[in-house]
């Protein structure tokens, strides 16, 4: 009987029992799209990294290796790299923050493809002159820009002179002496890219290089990859904690107002159920399941929500921000919802289970 009583109750009050569903699945979409931007676009970037073709990544000593800061890099080092043995092909790149996250690198483009080999240009070609930009495919389509067109950056107008697929180190390359000019870099670069003659050399060549420089950030393609993950990421493992902190509080004032509000409707009908013979922890149970059902609609109504946030953010923004479906979250934002939602239950389920019987017949 209790159970056909909050399954009534719960399809009785459509609107609420919706409503209510929905708020918890906004707390459910909330943390699964913030984690599926984290690995989305670290995933992006580590792509882009390997897109490089590069065998060892090189940084500064005072560089963080998933920084966005500008040249800590003496570009002279570049010349030190290439008469390295095994060292085939040496490449350097300078990032300069455009905007949020967004970057731009400043290459120059003969050691580029030197290194990586040829970009593949869907319109246009490589730079003709100083403020000449080249951007992917997503920045392209995201903006609306074409060949002729002009980027707008760092104070200065930059001409769109070619159009690229995407998946190689940045959104947007410039000439690197005119960024090391408009970010006042002068002769430095953010990090070198080498390139062996044979990859089975890597190890022994990291080796070489970190005796003659301990302090620099010397990695193997494979473990500078391997850096691209939330766990590297204390700040962003901060945040992530900060929203499911958000989404606790928010679930249970959500669920904690809607079983207060039930309370009240049901005062009656709690006053008959009592009468009949129902003890405090029937009414509890009542409105525990009451809540459980809540709690399971609206973690399948996040769940759809962030496929369509998923959607949203790769159709439209993605050249700003990538999102990846993470199911393997799936259960913990369910026991996220769950303890919000019957600690939110607790109060107005305790006041439920000490109503006078008497009195609750009689109120109006």
Not at 181 to 186: C, G, L, P, S
Not at 239 to 250: A, P, R, T
Not at 301 to 326: C, D, E, K, Y
Not at 351 to 363: G, N, P, W
Request: proline share 4%; net charge neutral; glycine share 8%.
């Amino acid at each position: 009987m209790i159970n056909r009583l909050v399954f009534e109750n719960l399809r009785h009050r459509k609107l609420r029992t919706g409503l209510t569903a929905l708020s918890i699945g906004f707390q459910v979409t909330m943390i699964l799209t913030v984690v599926g931007l984290s690995r989305g676009m670290l995933q992006d970037s580590a792509n882009r990294a390997r897109g490089v073709g590069a065998d060892i990544w090189v940084k500064s000593p005072d560089a963080s290796i998933m920084s966005l800061s500008s040249g800590t890099l003496p570009q002279a080092m570049l010349d030190y790299y290439a008469r390295q043995p095994h060292v085939a092909h040496v490449a350097g790149s300078l990032m300069a923050v455009i905007g949020g996250v967004s970057t731009a690198s400043g290459i120059d483009f003969d050691q580029l493809t030197a290194l990586s080999g040829p970009f593949h240009f869907t319109e246009g070609g490589p730079f003709r002159g100083p403020n000449d930009v080249i951007i992917d495919t997503w920045y392209a389509e995201q903006n609306d820009k074409r060949v002729g067109g002009t980027v707008r950056m760092l104070n200065r107008d930059w001409r769109v002179c070619g159009i690229v697929q995407s998946g190689r180190l940045a959104r947007l390359f410039v000439p690197l002496a005119t960024l090391q000019d408009a970010t006042n870099n002068h002769g430095k670069v953010s990090q070198a890219f080498l390139k062996l003659d044979d990859r089975r050399n890597t190890n022994a060549v990291i080796a070489a290089l970190k005796a003659e420089q301990p302090d620099y950030k010397i990695y193997s393609i494979e473990e500078f990859l391997s850096q691209f993950s939330p766990e590297n990421l204390p700040m962003l493992r901060a945040f992530i904690y900060v929203i499911e902190g958000l989404s606790i509080v928010v679930g249970f004032l959500v669920v904690s107002l809607t079983m207060y509000t039930t309370v009240l409707e049901r005062t009656r009908e709690i006053g008959i159920l009592k009468a009949l013979g129902a003890a405090p922890a029937d009414i509890m149970g009542m409105l525990a399941r009451e809540t459980v059902l809540l709690a399971v609609g609206g973690w399948i109504a996040g769940i759809l929500l962030s496929f369509a946030a998923n959607f949203a953010i790769n159709h439209f923004v993605r050249a700003s921000l990538q999102s990846v479906i993470t199911p393997d979250w799936w259960p913990r934002v369910f026991a996220i919802a769950l303890v919000a939602s019957l600690l939110g239950a607790i109060y107005p389920g305790l006041r439920a289970a000490r109503q006078d019987a008497i009195e609750a017949l009689s109120y109006e």
